[in-house]
């Protein structure tokens, strides 16, 4: 597995200039340290767990608060979503695909990244500076019983889109090209202990499979901690993405992404939240579509109260005036909304 590249968050201390968090709230942050370490994870199957989230998995590593990770990650999915040609399948990839033992999802994750001095109630910080495909194709797949139309869509079908990284676009089998808009969609902490295995097909309150093209490179992501050391992973690359990933897929492949870790004890979350140098983004999930809308809403009232004098009444006010809903994601189970918020009206 190749290494690719080596960016940002918000919250109280965001600069929208430089798209960063000022060294002085990261050192802060960080216990004063002035130089954090860099660390890399391989994807190898030694460093990959198959369709499980679990607090109970094996750290693969200990990082300090301000750290970055470079984590690399192969694409979701096994032995069917290989291409004809052998020779395209990365020696790791398929070695990961014949050994590690596949758990209730689809998904390879690292196995986490233990953060010091994270506890339960905190938030994890996550700064998305990278991601990066590192693979020349990917795949797109019609499934049986999953995606927005299962009855509908029933001649069930994997198509193998060439990625060409110089000119960043992907390239489907008909001529089309569309543009790369890589990101991670599985991305998170560990579920409580108590949850025992998740599968990572479904998001929840620890992020996990959120499929939300917003988290990419340029945005910091928020999310509770449930466990000691936050335990983060992330996988299921994405090269690139619709709103509702209306199929069940995106376009598969793998990644490498580079994320700076921070543990805020000055914030509490219940669910996932993020941000970019533009936009606040709250995050609703939950099986029922109007639910997980309604969930969004109450977060980013919540978060614009927080940040200004407004009312709940002025914030609700706002939001239907500037707040666009968005739909995540119709396939994982858990459905998704989120919205956005520009942050130059707050």
Same mark, same amino acid.
């Given at each position: 597995m190749r290494p690719a590249a080596r960016t940002a968050p918000s919250g109280p201390g965001w600069d929208e200039a430089a798209g960063t968090v000022p060294a002085e709230r990261r050192q802060a942050a960080t216990g004063n340290r002035s130089m954090p370490n860099h660390h890399e994870i391989a994807a190898t199957p030694e460093m990959l767990v198959w369709g499980t989230l679990s607090a109970a998995t094996p750290p693969a590593l200990t990082v300090d608060s301000g750290d970055t990770v470079t984590i690399h990650a192969v694409p979701a999915g096994g032995l069917p979503a290989f291409p004809p040609e052998a020779g395209l399948v990365p020696p790791d990839y398929r070695r990961a695909v014949e050994t590690v033992p596949q758990g209730p999802g689809a998904h390879f994750v690292n196995r986490p990244v233990f953060v010091r001095g994270a506890v339960?109630?905190?938030?994890?910080?996550?700064? !998305?500076?990278? %991601?990066? /495909? =590192? @693979?020349?194709?990917?795949?797109?797949? !019609?499934?049986? $019983? #999953?995606?927005? $139309?299962?009855?509908? +869509?029933? *001649?069930? *079908?994997?198509?193998?889109?060439?990625?060409?990284?110089?000119?960043?676009?992907?390239? #489907?089998p008909w001529g089309?090209?569309?543009? $790369?808009?890589?990101? +991670?969609?599985?991305?998170?902490?560990?579920?409580? %202990?108590? =949850?025992?295995?998740?599968?990572?097909?479904?998001?929840? %309150?620890?992020?996990?499979? @959120?499929?939300?093209? *917003?988290?990419? /490179?340029?945005?910091t992501l928020y999310l509770p901690v449930f466990n000691d050391g936050a335990l983060f992973y992330a996988g299921d690359g994405h090269g690139v993405q619709g709103d509702g990933e209306v199929c069940i897929t995106a376009l598969e492949t793998g990644l490498t992404g580079r994320f700076r870790l921070t543990v805020r004890k000055d914030l509490q979350l219940a669910m996932p939240f993020a941000e970019n140098a533009t936009h606040l983004i709250s995050i609703g999930i939950d099986e029922d579509l109007d639910d997980a809308a309604k969930q969004a809403v109450r977060e980013m009232v919540r978060e614009v109260c927080r940040r200004t004098n407004l009312s709940r009444n002025q914030a609700y006010m706002l939001c239907s005036l500037i707040g666009d809903l968005r739909v995540t994601q119709t396939v994982d189970g858990n459905k998704g909304v989120h919205m956005m918020l520009a942050k130059s009206h707050l």
């Open positions: 339960p109630g905190d938030v994890l910080q996550v700064e !998305i500076l990278s %991601a990066e /495909p =590192w @693979m020349d194709w990917g795949f797109v797949s !019609i499934m049986p $019983l #999953l995606g927005t $139309l299962p009855e509908e +869509f029933t *001649e069930y *079908e994997t198509i193998h889109p060439r990625i060409d990284r110089a000119r960043r676009v992907c390239v #489907l089309t090209e569309l543009p $790369l808009d890589p990101f +991670f969609g599985v991305i998170g902490t560990a579920p409580p %202990a108590a =949850w025992g295995a998740c599968t990572t097909n479904v998001p929840r %309150a620890f992020g996990g499979n @959120m499929d939300n093209k *917003e988290l990419k /490179p340029g945005t």
